[in-house]
């Protein structure tokens, strides 16, 4: 008897991922990395195209039947992008919005950068780009409804029952590579309704990779766990959703390695490989997004008396309205 088992796999670009991580765990073998994981997939439709578990299914030493695309594991700042797309639409920011990248206290919780340095104010799509973890945690708190943790759960994410507070910010939970890759396709393809395509975009463009290894149109966030244990790297390229893990299903550390090190040159090499279509920014952007000249100080609506004036993106009806209060 033949068994027919149905699968929306693609087999030529599971193939070329596998490859992808072949060579770089061969590049990266003297500093010790050993596995990797994937998802690749294609928004629109929500089909996974292909799905890498670890670096090698037969190899004993890193455990490689373990699925790591299912296994939870500490998602890192991967989760910010949704801090913001989620004020984005909650009114409390537009992308210009300074945010204070300064020393805080929440209720006996001190949050820190992981350069232990602080910035003062900075623009909230600059916030997310550099991936500051005060200001998410702060736009996290003024999050209206139940804020991340419940649009993470309205989501279907298989989160653990306990409540997370604002350390959920920064990856203090437990996620699939899996479930991240479908939030992520929620960015490249609003469909459920929680977020807006206005949010997504104007999110989706804040990451825009300026990297000069990183390929032409790419959006990505990187993520790296306490101990170094985990790095991931999430990309968004047109209608295409990639998501990688690097890491030791053990739990070993990766002493000294960010996620922008190790997972995102593995992302960049692998959409460069699939040769992943761009979708011009131009062509998806919602009709809603005006663009609107801003004060480069204040990051509010800039008056006429402010001397420089970059133009700046704003929510019809949703962003913020305040006019610069600096120069009178």
């Known amino acids: 008897t033949s068994l027919t088992v149905p699968t929306t796999i693609d087999l030529a670009q599971q193939h070329e ?5 072949r060579d770089f765990l061969d590049r990266w073998y003297s500093q010790g990395l050993r596995n990797a994981s994937a998802v690749l997939l294609h928004a629109p439709t929500g089909e996974i195209r292909a799905s890498v578990g670890s670096a090698g299914f037969h190899d004993v030493a890193i455990a490689g039947q373990v699925d790591g695309t299912i296994a939870p594991r500490s998602p890192g700042s991967t989760l910010k ?22 020393p805080k206290r929440f209720a006996g919780y001190n949050p820190e950068n992981s350069d232990r340095q602080f910035l003062g104010p900075i623009a909230a799509s600059e916030a997310l780009r550099r991936s500051r973890n005060v200001p998410a945690i702060e736009l996290a708190n003024r999050l209206p409804d139940g804020g991340l943790e419940t649009f993470l759960r309205t989501s279907d994410v298989d989160l653990p029952q306990r ?15 899996e479930d991240l890759a479908k939030l992520y396709a929620e960015l490249a393809h609003p469909q459920q309704g929680q977020l807006s395509p ?16 990183a390929p032409i149109g ?6 790296t766990s306490n101990g170094f244990r985990d790095a991931w790297a ?7 959703v990639l998501c990688v893990w690097v890491g030791h299903f053990d739990g070993r550390g990766m002493p000294g390695l ?12 692998t959409v460069n490989r699939l040769r992943l279509p761009e979708l011009p920014a131009d062509e998806s952007r919602p009709e809603d997004i005006v663009q609107v000249p801003v004060c480069a100080v204040s990051g509010d609506l800039a008056g006429k008396h402010c001397p420089h004036c970059p133009d700046g993106w704003f929510i019809g009806g949703v962003s913020p309205i305040k006019s610069c209060k600096v120069h009178q």
């Open 258 to 269: 960010f996620a922008a090190e190790t997972a995102a040159p593995l992302l960049w090499q």
């Open 218 to 223: 790419l959006a990505c966030k990187t993520g």
């Open 81 to 102: 992008p949704f801090i913001y797309a989620l004020a984005l639409d909650a009114g409390l920011i537009q992308p210009q919005t300074l945010l204070d990248d300064a």
């Open 17 to 21: 991922i596998e490859q992808s991580i």
């Open 163 to 177: 409540s997370h507070g604002l350390a959920l910010a920064i990856g203090a939970t437990e996620m699939r590579l």
């Open 234 to 240: 999430c990309g968004v390229m047109g209608d295409w």
């Open 198 to 213: 206005q949010a997504c975009w104007l999110t989706l463009d804040a990451l825009r990779c300026d990297d000069p290894g």
